[in-house]
């Protein structure tokens, strides 16, 4: 009886230690705990016309709300969510709550695209096409309007599959584009190969675009490429008026940036939206909304 009762205490000590401790929760826990309470969120950052400044479409970042009120930014949760296999749980989760959100505007706007970063390893896991096309059916967003962005950061692991996987999904209308290009080991087998339809170009040279010539060869040199391959160019990280002008002057058409706006909540981006559509059509740019 006294073992027990020494039990009994030694564990009600523990346990008054380890709160005392402030032990931390695991962390894989706690990613479930927050997909399961929704607690990420899928903010959306504008792409836009470099010439016009019309808003061609809008990019998925992933954002995590604590409960709490504070923000947390993807780089410290996205590797975690990717090794612990909760990245696949957590896309589907944020791009059927943007899509749910904006389907009024971009049945509205047929031209507007809404990307969304897929990793390399989801896209090449068993059952990602038909996923895809099951979450993007069960809104009325039309698969043309749909883009996966696929970072070039990693190496595509397999780039056979991937390019079958890219021309199955080219079959449905989904478009590919290729992230971050330039700073990734993927090299040019990569552009040449994949089927990406669209080429981003990384922040690393738009910073660099207004001081250093060689990032102007740079760029003039992807974008020649591109129009070869039949892609289109879009220039990350935009903060100045200067790099606009400077990547016009490359031949890139469009891009995103701090510049016009930085990634917002859903209901900023609608708003953010209204704004941009009421001045345009004030400016006689567009036509009425069909009613
Ligand atoms: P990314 O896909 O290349 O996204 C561009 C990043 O640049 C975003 O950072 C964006 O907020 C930031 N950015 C855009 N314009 C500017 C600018 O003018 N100035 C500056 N300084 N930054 C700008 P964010 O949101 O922190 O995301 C970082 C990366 O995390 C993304 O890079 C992407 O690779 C990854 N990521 C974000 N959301 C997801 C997701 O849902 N799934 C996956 N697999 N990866 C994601
Ligand atoms: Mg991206
Ligand atoms: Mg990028
Ligand atoms: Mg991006």
């Known amino acids: 009886l006294t073992m027990l009762a020494a039990g009994v205490l030694g564990g009600v000590f523990g346990l ?28 959306v950052q504008p792409t836009f016309r470099l010439k016009t400044g019309d808003i061609i479409g809008g990019e998925i970042l992933a954002r ?5 009120g504070r923000l947390i930014p993807p780089m410290s949760f996205i ?3 990717e090794s612990s296999g909760r990245i696949e749980k957590l896309t589907w ?10 389907q009024p505007e971009m049945r509205q706007d047929k031209l507007f695209k809404l990307s969304v ?27 043309r309007q749909v883009v996966l962005e696929v970072t070039e950061r990693e190496e595509l692991a397999d780039l056979n599959k991937a390019t079958d996987v890219v021309k199955e999904l080219g079959e449905f209308g989904f478009r590919i584009a290729l992230d971050d290009v330039g700073i990734g080991h993927s090299g040019l ?31 003039q040199m992807l974008v020649a490429l591109a129009r070869e391959l039949d892609m289109s ?3 990350e990280g935009i903060e100045q008026q200067e790099q606009v002008d400077a990547l016009i ?9 701090y510049l016009v706006s930085p990634p917002l909540s859903l209901d900023r981006f609608k708003q953010f939206l209204d704004v941009h559509n009421a001045s345009a059509a004030a400016e006689g740019r567009i036509s009425k909304p069909e009613l």
């Open 16 to 43: 008054l230690l380890a709160s005392y401790l402030n032990r931390p929760v695991d962390p894989v826990a706690e990613l479930d705990r927050a997909l399961a309470a929704h607690e990420f969120k899928p903010y």
């Open 64 to 68: 995590w709300e604590k409960p709490d």
């Open 79 to 81: 590797p975690l969510a």
């Open 93 to 102: 989760q944020i791009l059927k709550s943007a899509l749910r959100e904006l």
């Open 117 to 143: 970063n897929i990793t390399p390893r989801h896209l090449l896991g068993d059952g990602f096409v038909d996923d895809l096309r099951k979450v993007v059916a069960s809104s009325s967003v039309s698969t």
């Open 189 to 219: 087998s990569t552009i040449q190969r994949l089927g990406a339809r669209i080429l981003k170009i990384d922040k690393f040279f738009v910073d660099a675009i207004t001081r250093d010539q060689s990032a102007v060869v740079v760029v």
């Open 233 to 235: 160019v879009v220039a």
């Open 249 to 257: 002057a490359c031949g890139v058409e469009e891009g995103q940036g």
